[in-house]
């Protein structure tokens, strides 16, 4: 009689999987089992699943543990097992199945995995690195109000590059501890892919708050392009590396959005104070070539402003 035993974690994780086709199967830690436990928990010989030609029977060999059914605090000893049950041994559990025992449906691809392929490739990769580096070493220099040299310029924009690459490696690095495909090259693509999508992003904000009044509900909306593309990195990253539901994977992204852009938020509310005697002022600098608007002459704005007084004067008569 066939039969399919799987180690699995407390979350249900797969470890591994024996299939035997011997109608005595010996579960322990000792090295004469047939399914060899490393849990210090579990007795050298601590079970057994016997088949008695109609039915599969646990057998507890008398352990200091004991080995209990899942679902309680039930002894699994002389328990008379059905397709799919789980046994506790020590601080490990199995899974018994039997050879009819229903799978899941096939997963069929999702159009990410077309993305997710083409960011893998190294030229992708190294394209995408280096573009970020620039960028950011384009910002040092904007923002640096004295001369600079390259070399000043280089060792910032690399370090950020770095620290930025942290992420997608921790992702990986998670994703292969517990049990899962690392992919590290995935998750280097896509994740500076979305990184100078966001630097793209900045400059389109910056432009729109430089063009429009802080009133201007366009320039609430444009706040939410990172938000909505950090989101998107997170849900990519778990669907990368992780085996997981759609709606687990969905609130992983949200919990993870809401940590970053929730507590940027709180750590700027915090450092603001409740009363600010000295105004405010937009200190950004742009050229003429970003507004929005053409811009108007000294002789059309002193015009304009004329006619505004002649229509007030008329409108006061007028009373």
Known sequence: MELIIEEISRGHKLL?????IKNTVTIGRGYNNDIILTDPHVCPEHLSLDYD??????SDKDTING???ETGKNSADQHVISSGDIISIGKSQIRIIFPHHPVAKSVTFSPFESLISSTRHPAVIIGSMFLFTFVAGFIFYLNNSTKVTFTQLLVPSVGMTLLFALWPSMV??????TKHDARIMN????SFV???????????ETIAQFNLSS???????????PIGLGFCLFWLNCYIGFHMTKERRLTVALSLTAILFGGSFLIKLSHKPDFNPLPSYNVTIMTPNFLIAPSNTTDNFLKDSAQLFDKTRKAAQKK
């Open 172 to 177: 990986a690095l998670i994703s292969h501890l």
């Open 16 to 20: 591994g999987r024996h299939k035997t």
């Open 187 to 190: 998750q280097l693509g896509i």
């Open 53 to 58: 030609g109609e039915n599969w029977i646990v």
């Open 215 to 225: 009133n201007w509900p366009l320039t609430g909306l444009i706040t939410l392009f």
């Open 194 to 204: 979305f990184f100078n999508l966001m630097w793209i992003t900045d400059v389109f």
């Open 67 to 69: 080995s209990f059914l």
